[in-house]
């Protein structure tokens, strides 16, 4: 079965069909009440120290067919909530608000804001005690004039509540105060028991820890009416699912949640899944951790309160329920759904998964007139009575009572009791509300619900959260995604780096241009240079040439000169001559100038 498949619009609550003719039992009037017993903090002024000393049991003699093991062992005085928190110093005045801050504001302050303090998966303290129980007194008709004639409610300034019973009966006699969290009278509703009761177990689911609630009490009483309630009055299943929701919705930045449920019945010793249309019957088995395991078993996924309902709708149309001589809609079975929360942590990636268990147990009752209730009747009682013993032996192992005998937990002899094991054995927070009728004709049936009720709160506690397992998978993709992120990163960084590489082989190739170019300037003015000092060498060279040359012209001249005088002279001699040749007489006179080269 499918919760997101053929879903019908928001029905808001389950709506068993069951609830449709109680109309008149819930518009009882407050003045009609009459000696209808109320809550304890309504008759505040009953308060007497001497509710605080353990009761004596005055005789109790015989066994009733309802005695469902819960007389086993020593009677269990009074005032066992150790776990209970109260403070050292109270005075009266201070005992009403102790009650409202302890538990309603701890159950309650997440809701206002639905925001929890989370640190990754969560490392939360327990809120509230370990084990809660409560005990509900259902509405009766107002003309029965034997009400409650065997018990009063009382509470003290410890904002301890209290359930005072005086019995008699022709073979026992029977004085007995019980002492409980909280004792809800006729004027309480299932969002008073919720809040009360409950809410804070819920909030522990959230913070990782494992949770159960159930419902005990006698055929009748009103323990499907508390868990699943009406459209008008919504139960500790639905009030538990919106507040799960809310929590999950408002912490979903940080983290992921699935919430998955799977729906059981217990008929007949039979496991029945309840979503699953599989005939195969489910089976009971231990994990390699000690846990219970029940499989084939569906877990289908819920995204809202809403589809819960849904769920639950249709289950329970298919569950077995019938009239008997106390309940038109008697349920005839054990119910048991079971809500997982699985938080995966985004910052250390590991998944854990926390359980709430909210179990309808079927009623106790007498043997029926009925061949076929009969029968379911003593599969019940049976198996209730597994469980008072569980839960007896339980206790007194706590209180160091029992005898090596009784040492053996007998888990095993009833599916209830080995599907609850883990729960019972002190794993997880209980919350128990337990339906009483304050009707004389049901004094015993009464008596044997409170002293189960008791009883329970003795159970060992070593409540732990769930074990936080790494969630390879999310951390394989996260460190693939991280991967590829650096791969991108690193290759960016390589184009950066090879960018960088042939910027610095230009620069360099640059650097060493600009230097070969430098030293072919230097070259270029050394060869500027030498060539300067060998010009100025040629130009000293040239002068001296010149001078030479000069001095060489010079002594050329003056050679010349000589010649020319030598050759005039000679000219002359020769004319001379040439003129003596020819008669002399027109002897030739050199002139002065000719005598001056010719003496030199
Ligand atoms: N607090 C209450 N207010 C109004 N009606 C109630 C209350 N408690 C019980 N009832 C009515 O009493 C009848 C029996 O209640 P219910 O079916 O819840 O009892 P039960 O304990 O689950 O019985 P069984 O064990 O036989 O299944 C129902 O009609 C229910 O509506």
Known sequence: MSSSTNKPGFT?????????????????????????????????????????????????????????????????????????PRPSVLNLQDASSYRT???????????????????????LPLLGSDIITSIRICPVDRHNNNLWTHGTVLNDPYGREYIHQDTNSNSSSLQQEYMFNHVFGI?????????????????????????????????????????????DEPGII???????????????????????????EIYNERIRDLISDSQEEPKVREGANGEVIVSPMARVLVTSPEDVSQVIEQCNAIRKTAATDYNTYSSRSHAILQVFL?????????????????????????????????????????????????????????????????????????????????????????????????????AVETTNTL????????LPTEIRQAEASTNYQAEVSSLRAALVKSNQELE?????????????????????????EKSHESAISRARLRMEELLSDRNMEIADLKEEINDKEKIIYALRSSQQRRELAELNQSKIRFSKFRDLPNKYVPEESEKENVNC
């Open 451 to 458: 002293k189960f009720a008791m009883r329970t709160q003795n």
């Open 187 to 231: 004027e309480s509703d299932n969002l008073n028991i919720y809040q009360n009761s409950v809410a804070s177990v819920v909030r522990n689911v959230f913070s990782g820890y494992n949770g159960i609630v159930f419902a005990y009490g006698m055929t009748g009483t009103g323990k499907t009416y508390s868990m699943q309630g009406t459209e």
């Open 101 to 123: 801050e302890s538990f309603d504001s701890a159950a309650s302050s997440f809701s206002k804001t639905g925001r929890i303090p989370s640190s990754g998966a969560g490392e």
């Open 342 to 442: 699985i938080r995966n942590s985004q910052s250390t990636h590991t998944t854990r998964t926390s359980t709430l268990s909210l179990v309808d147990l079927a009623g106790s009752e007498r043997a029926s007139t009925d061949h076929e209730r009969r029968k379911e009747g003593a599969f019940i009682n049976k198996s209730l009575l597994t469980l008072g013993t569980v839960i007896s032996r339980l206790s007194n192992s706590v209180n160091g009572g029992a005898s090596s005998n009784n040492n053996h937990i007998p888990y095993r002899e009833s599916k209830l009791t080995r599907l609850l094991q883990q729960s019972l054995s002190g794993q997880s927070q209980i919350s128990l509300l337990a339906t009483i009728s304050v009707e004389a004709r049901h």
């Open 238 to 264: 639905p009030l538990g699912m919106r507040d799960l929701f809310n929590m999950v919705e408002s912490n979903a930045e940080s983290d992921t949640f699935q919430i998955r449920i799977s729906y059981l």
């Open 492 to 516: 960016i960084c390589t184009n950066i780096l090879k960018q960088f590489k042939s910027d610095l082989e230009e620069r360099d190739a640059y650097i060493s241009w600009l230097e070969a």
């Open 12 to 84: 808001g609550m389950v709506t068993p069909r069951r609830y449709s003719t109680m109309t008149s039992l819930r518009n009882v009037t407050p003045q009609a009440k009459g000696n209808y017993p109320q809550s304890p903090s309504l008759i505040r002024n009953f308060s007497n120290p001497m509710f605080r000393s353990n009761s004596t049991q005055l005789s109790v003699s015989g066994s009733s067919a309802l005695d469902l093991g819960v007389s086993e062992g020593a009677a269990s005085p009074l005032g066992t909530l150790d776990r209970y």
